[in-house]
């Protein structure tokens, strides 16, 4: 561009110098022809007036054309240098332009280079925190992550690898992590039941499996309270069904008081109560005026209790338990699993103890207990677990289970019960090792359909005769 603008300006006095030179030699001609004469002008004063007036307005004319001329190219070069100047401004501003855009474009590519920073930080900060995450997932935490899933899976083989391994290297941080997973699990299960998705077996089965895990011991064994709750629960609702067909009415509905709010027969029983209210009510009444009528004046008013129980608003009843003295606002005792509340201990138990091992490793249980109470016993349940000399648990080697529900069912009435010499609970485990049992739950039925559940331990151990088990 330089060089165009170098061309230009020489074209421009290239030119300038042509106007200049040739008005000088008009002139000097003009000069020749007005004022100095010559040879030939002397030749010519001879001639006629009228020539010499032809020949100087020839002269004339020609003068004033050549002037004409000349400064037509004076205008027209001068209009060329406008143009060329005009030109060369624009070009400049051009090149200024240019000049300001690559001064932008420097600036743009600077805040760029400025944005490919900031990029390349937050992508390098997510990659530190990915290969953190990476490094924790495959190398920190494979053993916790793979214990969740186990549990899950219900692999409890691969769970209890898992979770004597990590005891070893991690100790209380892995155990914190473990209980809630392992709590989370025993719900799942009790719930699981309460729905009526796994039978009894199943449940207590899943829960034994616990036993390996010794961070939710006492956790387990409260599960495993409730799923005897609960299998006591369904057991009583099929009971209640059966006494129905018998038309037994007092006896189902005293079963049906022992069905829990969480067992999902509970919504079934709600719903046969309200829909059957006149023929429970009737039946019921008729069968309490036959107990009157037998002198079994006690069982008379638990019948009307239990009436009560269920349907407090009925007038019939109100009027049949305000003749015999029973408050309307008075309920017979209720099946509440999960409380330990009883007005009086039912049972002395005077002796708690097991077999020696036989030879296959076998060992029996025997549990002697005596009726304290003016009621006569149905059926009682003991929830127990072998230890060994260390007053450790000790697992069956047949189901690897060390809690065991003993049932016996009687009647046994005041003054009466069990005598392991008269009866016990054979080959209750497989396991050598074993030397003492302690006594985790008892529940007592009774006759009138009442039911007592003592869990906690140091109600237990009041119901000893001698020495705490």
């Not at 020839?58 to 002037?67: G, I, L, R, S, T």
Request: hydrophobic share 35%; proline share 2%.
């Amino acid at each position: 561009m330089d060089d165009i603008e170098d061309d230009a300006m020489l074209t421009i006095a290239e030119e300038t110098k042509v106007s200049q030179l040739e008005p000088m030699k008009l002139t000097e001609n003009e000069e020749l022809l007005d004022g100095k004469k010559t040879d030939s002008d002397s030749v010519v004063e001879g001639l006629e007036p009228a020539k010499e007036i032809e020949r100087n307005d020839f002269f004339e004319d020609f003068k004033n054309a050549v002037v004409s001329i000349a400064k037509y190219k004076q205008k027209a070069f001068s209009k060329i240098k406008v143009a060329c100047e005009d030109l060369l401004r624009k070009y400049r501003q051009k090149k200024k332009s240019q000049k300001e855009e690559q001064v932008d474009q420097k600036e743009l590519v600077k805040e760029k280079d400025s944005g490919r920073k900031s990029v390349k930080l937050i992508f390098g900060v997510l990659f530190v925190f990915s290969l953190l995450a990476i490094i924790w997932l495959f190398i920190l935490g494979p053993s916790k992550t793979g214990f969740q899933e186990a549990i899950e899976n219900e692999d409890f083989v691969l769970a209890a690898e898992i979770y004597n391994k990590e005891i070893k290297s991690d100790g209380n941080g892995f155990l914190l992590e473990a209980e809630p997973i392992l709590q989370g699990k025993i719900d799942d299960i009790l719930l699981d039941y309460a729905a009526n998705n796994i039978d009894a077996v199943t449940t207590s089965a899943k829960l034994l499996e616990f036993e390996k895990f010794p961070v939710v011991n006492n956790y387990t064994e409260k599960a495993m309270l409730k799923a005897a709750a609960l299998e006591k629960s369904k057991n009583s609702y099929v009971w209640g069904i059966q006494s129905f067909e018998e038309n037994q009415y007092l006896t189902g509905l005293s079963y049906w008081m022992e069905v829990l709010v969480d067992d999902v027969n509970y919504r079934m029983v709600s719903s046969m109560i309200e829909d059957n209210e006149l023929v429970y009510v009737s039946s019921g009444l008729l069968e309490c005026s036959v107990l009157s009528q037998e002198g079994k004046i006690e069982e008379y008013k638990e019948g009307l209790k239990i009436l009560l129980y269920w349907f407090p608003e009925n007038e019939d009843i109100k009027r049949a338990c305000e003749s015999t003295g029973i408050q309307t606002s008075e309920k017979p005792d209720t099946n509440d699993v999960f409380s330990d509340e009883y007005d009086a201990y039912p049972i002395l138990i005077t002796n708690l103890s097991c077999s020696m091992p036989e030879s296959n490793g076998t060992v029996n249980l025997y549990i002697d207990w005596v009726n304290q109470t003016e009621k006569v016993i149905k059926k009682i349940t003991f929830m127990v677990q072998s230890l060994n000399e260390f007053g450790n648990p000790v697992y069956c080697y047949k189901g690897n289970y060390s809690m065991y529900v003993a049932s016996a069912s009687g009647p046994w009435k005041s003054g009466d019960g069990m005598n392991h010499e008269a009866m016990y609970w054979k080959n209750v485990w497989y396991n050598s090792s074993i030397k003492e049992v302690k006594l985790l739950r008892v529940d007592v039925e009774y006759s009138d359909g009442t039911i007592e559940s003592i869990t906690d331990s140091e109600k237990l151990q009041s119901l000893f005769a001698s020495k705490n088990q």
